[in-house]
């Protein structure tokens, strides 16, 4: 029940053991979250809203999707390997838990 309460992204394998991602890995799958998050829904508005067609309408996505997401970055400092996000709509990098 520990994992549960701390929600600390385990993965239960077998009975006794679990699988813990690593910071890098929680960055990498942020950063597919985020990134998903904006693409789809601009994608969609660009192909109801705009006289884009072909592959103007992902390029576009594509790179408003880049600009508009949050940055995750997985970084080894003295006290151990953290999380830190930048994003344009909050001030500064916050580390991430």
């Not at 690593?22 to 990134?35: E, P």
């Not at 660009?46 to 408003?64: D, E, K, Q, Y």
């Amino acid at each position: 029940m520990k994992a549960v309460r701390e929600l600390n992204f385990k993965l239960k394998i077998t009975n006794n053991s679990y699988f813990v991602m690593s910071k890098r890995t929680k960055s990498f799958v942020y950063n597919l979250i985020g990134f998903t998050l904006f693409f789809i829904p601009l994608q969609a508005l660009l192909i109801r809203f705009s006289n884009l067609s072909g592959i103007w309408v992902p390029m576009t996505a594509f790179v408003i999707g880049t600009i508009l997401a949050p940055k995750f970055q997985a970084v080894r400092t003295k006290d151990g390997e953290k999380l830190f996000m930048k994003w344009l709509f909050v001030k500064g990098v916050k580390e991430v838990n």
